[in-house]
T-cell receptor, first 116, second 116 residues
Framework: DTAVSQTPKYLVTQMGNDKSIKCEQN?????MYWYKQDSKKFLKIMFS???????INETVPNRFSPKSPDKAHLNLHINSLELGDSAVYFC???????????????FGEGSWLTVV | AQTVTQSQPEMSVQEAETVTLSCTYD???????LFWYKQPPSRQMILVIR??????QNATENRFSVNFQKAAKSFSLKISDSQLGDTAMYFC?????????????FGEGTQLTVNP
């Protein structure tokens, strides 16, 4: 079973469209994240949710809206897609407190978004 | 703010030999975690090894070990008996201890190629 799974893995879409990426983790973790990896492979955090509550919101355009229906799911919705949004988006999770693995972040396989 | 620097954009090693990847970081924190992640061509982010800053003993995971020098703020990764499957981008990452919504600060990455 995949611990952190995200769909779709590949997404090609036109500028101006709205798209969503879904993420689910079956590790029982209480914190989930979205990271973005740009064309130079630099990774940077976008959002973090702890028990459905937004706790990290980096300087990200408000066209990006995360939604966490429960602590096992964190979806990313992107409005009015732009060419510069092309990247690999990684979902991740961790158990921040009371865990032997303490704060270790586990990543999904990534979603390759290409905006044309 | 924390910064992580990987000064070797690319490295290569012959199969079965040993290679060391460098990482330095800058922080005013005294308690934190350090990680090495591996990203093969599939783009999946795979945890290689983890070190807690309060532990003096260097972490090891099979063929992977670290040389953690806290005073020098250095965290290098040694790969012994290199295998073709070790070919990947390797990212060094820093995380503050005990914060809600832990965030990873990544270095720029080192592309390692293992040659047959």
């Amino acid at each position: 079973d995949t611990a952190v799974s995200q769909t779709p893995k590949y997404l090609v879409t036109q500028m101006g469209n709205d798209k969503s990426i879904k993420c689910e983790q079956n590790l029982g973790h209480d914190t989930m994240y979205w990271y973005k990896q740009d064309s130079k492979k630099f990774l940077k955090i976008m959002f973090s949710y702890n028990n459905k509550e937004l706790i990290i919101n980096e300087t990200v355009p408000n066209r990006f809206s995360p939604k966490s229906p429960d602590k096992a799911h964190l979806n990313l919705h992107i409005n009015s897609l732009e060419l510069g949004d092309s990247a690999v988006y990684f979902c991740a999770s961790s158990q921040d407190k009371g865990s032997p693995s303490g704060n270790t972040i586990y990543f999904g396989e990534g979603s390759w978004l290409t905006v044309v | 703010a924390q910064t992580v620097t990987q000064s070797q954009p690319e490295m290569s090693v012959q199969e079965a030999e040993t290679v060391t990847l460098s990482c330095t970081y800058d922080t005013s924190e005294s308690n934190y975690y350090l990680f090495w992640y591996k990203q093969p061509p599939s783009r999946q982010m795979i945890l290689v090894i983890r070190q807690e800053a309060y532990k003096q003993q260097n972490a090891t995971e099979n063929r992977f070990s670290v040389n953690f020098q806290k005073a020098a703020k250095s965290f290098s990764l040694k790969i012994s008996d290199s295998q073709l499957g070790d070919t990947a981008m390797y990212f060094c990452a820093f995380m503050k201890h005990g914060t809600s919504g832990s965030r990873l600060t990544f270095g720029e990455g080192t592309q390692l190629t293992v040659n047959p």
